[in-house]
Structures are given as structure tokens and as C-alpha cells.
């Protein structure tokens, strides 16, 4: 089990501190759902969603690069 797991409504990593997902944990999405990138799609906009409600702070593009544009 992962501990690069979100703190919310910070969306920080609990395992490193890093911007939630963080680099680690990327690759364990890529790993986990390697077979279904469309799966992952929706898991993370999922999580998207949760943070821009938390993060309203934070311009719209740079929370969609952050949740989704690297699984490009």
C-alpha cells in the first residue's frame, strides 16, 4: 500500500509533502492502471473535481495539468 496518499483540502502528499499526485505516485498510477488508461482518467478526475472545490486558489489549467495532463 502506498503512503503517497492525498491530504486534503491542501491536496499535499501524505508520503513526501509534494503537490498531490506527486512524482512517486504518478508512477504507481501508471503501474496500477497501465491496462486502463481510461480507468485512471477517471479516477483522477475524480480527485480533480474534489480539489478544485478545496483549491480555489489555484487558476483551473494548472489543476488539470497537475491531476490529468501528464497521462498523456
Known sequence: MTTHLPLTPGWTCG??????P?????QELRAEFACAPVSLAFYLAAHLDDAVQDLT???AGQLYQRFL???R
Open 15 to 20: 508520503g513526501c509533502s509534494a503537490d498531490w
Open 69 to 71: 495532463g501528464w497521462t
Open 22 to 26: 506527486c512524482h512517486e505516485r504518478r
Open 57 to 59: 486558489h489555484v487558476p
